[in-house]
């Protein structure tokens, strides 16, 4: 059974907002949702950041990438106006500062651990202590730990080192025949997939085995009912203004 929420807005706020910046937060929040996904990636001086692309210049000015980059210097990027003018005030979050925004509104994560190159095992190190870190606060202690992701196992198993009771999910493109080892190795509790390439027949043996499949990215409600009937747990979703409510029973 899924444990966790059914829509996910996908890296914040999906279409309506630029991703993964508190932006975006808010804007999932102000359409109903209580659930997201975001990425986040370390900066040259070890903090990590909500941002998905290695390489600056799509969101944000630049040509250099992440893992070169100061966070001081990141901070001080628009993030916003690659979307849309009145977004030019956005800014790339810290990790702790999205955690703090979740924690406050309620907002269940899950944490897609997005490496860059070479650097996949310390960014699911440090993601995971600051995130075990963050939950030994009293304050939030009774908050539902959040889920970690990523298509990188090294991140996966570093981050099960560092912090063993936050949940893990393995995000493949397309589920290789490896994957019930994957599952074992890191006691994994679900599995995220590309939709586009998920077929009845492995939806099936996945939920058989008794795990939790989630699909991304999702934005026609057809094809998540058609998901759902296959067995699909749960879907991240980039058109958090549809009416997902058919979807939640
Ligand atoms: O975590 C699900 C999905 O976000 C994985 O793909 O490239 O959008 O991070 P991507
Ligand atoms: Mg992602």
Redesign the pocket.
């Known amino acids: 059974m899924w444990t966790y929420p059914k829509v996910i807005a996908?890296?914040g706020g999906g279409v309506l907002a630029p991703e993964n910046t508190l932006t975006a937060f808010q804007c999932g929040l102000d359409w109903g949702f209580r659930a997201v996904?975001?990425?986040v990636m370390l900066t040259k001086d070890l903090i990590p950041i909500a941002i998905?692309d290695e390489k600056l210049g799509r969101t944000v000015v630049g040509k250099e990438r992440v893992c070169n980059s100061l966070a001081q210097d990141l901070f001080q990027l628009d993030a916003g106006s690659w979307f849309a003018p009145e977004f030019s005030n956005s800014r790339l979050p810290g990790y702790l500062q999205v955690l703090e925004f979740c924690a406050q509104h309620g907002i269940w994560m899950?944490v897609?651990i997005?490496p860059a190159h070479g650097f996949e095992a310390i960014t699911g190190k440090i993601v995971a202590e600051i995130t075990h870190d963050f939950y030994q606060q009293t304050n939030y202690s009774s908050m539902q730990l959040p889920l970690f992701?990523s298509?990188k196992l090294d991140a996966l198993r570093a981050a099960k080192l560092a912090a063993p009771n936050v949940p893990r999910?393995l995000?493949y493109?397309r589920i290789p025949n490896s994957w019930q080892e994957d599952v074992r190795e890191l006691n994994a509790v679900a599995l995220?997939t590309?939709h586009k390439n998920l077929t009845a027949k492995m939806a099936k043996k996945v939920k058989r085995a008794g795990m939790q499949l989630?699909c991304?990215?999702v934005n026609n409600l057809d094809r998540a009912r058609m998901l759902s009937h296959w067995g699909v747990d749960a879907f991240?979703t980039d058109r958090i203004d549809l009416d997902w409510r058919s979807l939640l029973c």
């Open positions: 996908h890296r996904e975001f990425d998905h899950n897609e997005k992701s298509f999910a995000i493109k995220h590309n989630a991304y990215t991240f």
